[in-house]
């Protein structure tokens, strides 16, 4: 098909090209200017402070807690938190601050907000798990009396936070009870024994029965209402102990009144250890820094032999002693308005082991440790005693006590090294060839101290040998002598004073002192010698100190109230 051509007129033309022209100039020439555009910026606002609901907490193991942390100021462009633990093993923290207690301990939990912090510490304690049940092995028990037995308590859950058990009795006249559930019968009777644990007891119910009295012919064959017993055995002398202190079930007889007579020699070495007689003696005083300026002794009077001994010339040979069961190592303990008469203790062998010591050590001698108005008369004694502070026949000689016709010959040795307390401190030596002590209580007041006249020694002798060795403790005081070792000042009640009368004293045997640097036997009580025998040796008086040296043969007497030798 043919197309035709359009014809445009040209007045139309003409005007499009006018247009058109305006239109080109106007998009290439601006007909006005345009300013440019400024833009403003928001500064951001910083954290000022952050602080905790809580500062410190205590929290059991697996309790938690929620910290809250509060973030100033509101409008901080920034207020995120970020929490922390010093130790996560004790406590940790969540991110929305829920605090966990792990395990006993301290921890520190700290809240930070961009570059301010605050802290909380939190303790955590272990969770306690309270007892639930407590049971005793047994619900009963039999025991005689001086015996033991043991409860068993068990505690449950095994895990409990307190698991200790507290032991108690209803009758401690009957039984007693260890704070580890032993039970020791004491006399016949019944208990209850309560083991208690947290909130949470059990009992046990102890039957003690009587102690069998063990049969002793000698004594238990005798004519009712005797007053004469006989042994002949070392078995019956420590039967004859038994009595005294109330053992093998037997009542305690003091034999006041009564005489238990030796019918021939006894052997008692084959007795492995004996055990000292009786005598339950009480020290007021027991400084021994102080007591022997001042000694204060009590005797117990229901276990101390109170009769007569009579040796009837006899022997008791073998006696050895080496534990520290008393204070006193000796045939008795103590001897209270006793007579021992007319006997020999021959082979003695005492030694206080160093082990045995548990305090400033301990005083032996062969027949007693305390005498108080006793008669010791006719009585020799030889061997070997060992200990801290020894003498031949007597520790301590108290009131009314009277030494006549004895001779000691016995081998002695004072040693510092049976000793083992603290070595700061030190321990006394006071020793003598008869007697370690002189303590006289009941002096009464008087304006003239020579009224009142104390005879102690009538014709006795020493032959032995008294060795004071100190190299191995130094002592505070040594106070040695072949008569005795010290006196002692009345009690301060009755602010007394006596003339101490020793009437023929032989003094033939020998003392020995090592390692004494120096070494003074300082004497303070008023002393009359009758007779006495000093083989050469003479009494010097220091004036220079106002303190009486008695070398050698006499011992340590008091210093304030003068020295007179006749």
Not at 249 to 275: C, M, P
Not at 477 to 500: E, K
């Amino acid at each position: 098909m043919n197309k035709k051509s359009k014809i445009i007129p040209f007045s139309i033309l003409t005007m499009l090209l006018v247009v058109g022209s305006g239109v080109l100039s106007s998009c290439s020439t601006p007909s006005t200017s345009v300013e440019p555009t400024t833009t403003t910026s928001i500064p951001d606002v910083e954290v000022s402070s952050v602080t905790l609901s809580e500062a410190k907490v205590s929290l059991e193991e697996t309790a938690t807690k929620q910290l809250t942390a509060t973030v100033l100021p509101a409008t901080a462009t920034v207020k995120t938190v970020v929490w922390s633990s010093s130790d996560a093993k004790i406590a940790t923290v969540s991110d929305a601050g829920l605090v966990t207690a792990i395990k006993a301990g301290k921890a520190i939990i700290t809240a930070k907000a961009g570059t301010k912090t605050a802290t909380c510490e939190v303790t955590v304690t272990a969770k306690i798990i309270a007892v639930a049940s407590i049971a005793l092995d047994h619900t009963a028990v039999s025991v005689e009396a001086g015996k033991t037995a043991a409860l068993v308590a068990t505690v449950l859950p095994a895990n409990a936070t307190d698991k200790s058990v507290t032991w108690t009795t209803s009758a401690a006249a009957f039984a007693t009870v260890s704070d580890k559930g032993v039970v020791t019968g004491v006399a016949a009777g019944e208990a209850t024994i309560t083991a208690k644990a947290g909130e949470k007891t059990a009992t046990s119910v102890v039957t003690v029965t009587p102690i069998p009295v063990v049969p002793y012919d000698w004594y238990d064959k005798a004519d009712a209402g005797a007053k004469v017993y006989t042994v002949s055995t070392a078995a019956h002398l420590i039967e004859f102990g038994n009595i005294i202190s109330g053992l093998d079930g037997r009542n305690v007889d003091t034999f006041a009144g009564k005489t238990v007579q030796l019918a021939k020699d006894i052997d008692i070495s084959t007795v492995a250890e004996w055990r000292p007689i009786g005598g339950e003696v009480t020290f007021i005083t027991t400084d021994h820094e102080t007591v022997y300026d001042k000694i204060d002794i009590a005797i117990t009077p229901e276990k101390t032999f109170q009769g007569t001994l009579d040796g009837a010339t006899h022997s008791i040979s073998g006696l050895s002693v080496s534990k520290k069961d008393a204070k006193y190592g000796a045939f008795f303990v103590a001897l209270l308005n006793a007579t021992v008469k007319n006997i020999n203790f021959t082979n003695i062998n005492m030694a206080l082991s160093d082990a045995a010591s548990t305090d400033k050590g301990c005083d032996y001698a062969s027949v007693v440790g305390i005498a108080e108005n006793t008669k010791l008369t006719d009585i020799n004694v030889s061997g070997k005693i060992q200990s801290t502070r020894v003498a031949g026949i007597a520790y301590v000689v108290a009131d009314g006590t009277k030494l006549t016709n004895c001779v000691s010959s016995v081998t002695l040795i004072s040693k510092t090294k049976v000793y083992s307390e603290a070595p700061d401190k030190k321990v006394n030596i006071i020793s003598g060839g008869l007697v370690g002590q002189v303590a006289i209580e009941n002096a009464k007041t008087i304006a003239d101290k020579a009224k009142l006249e104390i005879e102690l020694f009538l014709n006795c002798e020493f032959n032995g040998t008294l060795t004071v060795d100190v190299s191995a403790v130094a002592p505070s005081w040594v106070w040695v002598g072949q008569l005795l070792g010290a006196t002692s000042y009345p009690s301060p009640a009755t602010n007394g004073y006596y003339t101490l009368v020793v009437n023929n004293f032989k003094a033939n045997g020998k003392l020995i002192i090592t390692d004494a640097d120096p070494l003074k036997l300082i004497t303070n009580m008023p002393i009359c010698f009758n007779g006495i025998d000093l083989k050469g040796a003479a009494v010097e008086v220091n004036t220079a100190n106002d303190h009486h040296d008695v070398h050698n043969k006499l011992g340590r007497i008091h210093k304030d109230l003068g020295l007179s030798v006749k």
